[in-house]
């Protein structure tokens, strides 16, 4: 089946160190997104990317770091700069432009970091 | 993009027609008005868009007011599956969203049984 999934579903760091969440689509899709969710809150965005090899900062993209080798693949690096890690990490994509597939972004199940 | 003021909660029963509203009085012509949901600890599902017409699929139908500055979400028969954060986003079309959609807090629909 297509789709977009995340791993690992929990993920548990120390304070300090930097953690790299997965984003894999076999959907095809060319754009792809990071997004944060705090509790109770709505999702903001952290990095997005519209074709291999680009990317382009969001709204909270200070102390995060991407990258875009693959079309499948579009992983998420938090690093220790980051200063309040603790989240629940969405990753995202979407058709291509031009197509009926493009209003929609599809979403992964999510990641939940926790840094202690 | 338009801001948008939505309800932080409402309650249904479950069978009837759910009616969830949406303010964006600030909207400009080239925007779109769409709808996403977040079932707890899952991703967003999006549910439905449009631009001034009314429009109906397979989970929802969206009434946009002439004016554009409100809509409303309806859900038809609700289920206690429907039950969910609902948000209301507003932003032109320009392929979809090549860079990325405003969540805010949406309103948290409770079926009950």
């Known amino acids: 089946d297509g789709g977009i999934t995340q791993s690992p579903k929990y993920l548990f760091r120390k304070e300090g160190q930097n953690v790299t969440l997965s984003c894999e689509q076999n959907l095809n899709h060319d754009a792809m997104y990071w997004y944060r969710q705090d509790p109770g809150q709505g999702l903001r965005l952290i990095y997005y990317?519209?074709?291999?090899?680009?990317?382009q900062k969001g709204d909270i993209a200070e102390g995060y770091s991407v990258s875009r080798e693959k079309k499948e693949s579009f992983p998420l690096t938090v690093t220790s700069a980051q200063k309040n890690p603790t989240a629940f990490y969405l990753c995202?994509?979407?058709?291509?432009?031009?197509?009926?597939?493009?209003?929609?972004?599809?979403f992964g199940p999510g990641t939940r970091l926790t840094v202690t | 993009d338009a801001k948008t003021t939505q309800p932080p909660s409402m309650d249904c029963a479950e069978g009837r027609a759910a009616n969830l509203p949406c303010n964006h009085s600030t909207i400009s012509g080239n925007e779109y008005v769409y709808w996403y949901r977040q079932i707890h600890s899952q991703g967003p599902q999006y549910i439905i868009h449009g631009l001034k017409n009314n429009e109906t699929n397979e989970m929802a139908s969206l009434i946009i007011t002439e004016d554009r500055k409100s809509s409303t979400l309806i859900l038809p028969h609700a289920t206690l599956r429907d039950t969910a954060v609902y948000y209301c986003i507003v932003r032109p079309y320009s392929g979809g969203g090549a860079d990325g959609l405003t969540f805010g807090k949406g309103t948290h629909l409770i079926i009950q049984p």
């Open positions: 990317s519209q074709i291999v090899n680009d990317f």
């Open positions: 995202a994509s979407r058709g291509p432009q031009g197509s009926h597939l493009s209003y929609e972004q599809y």
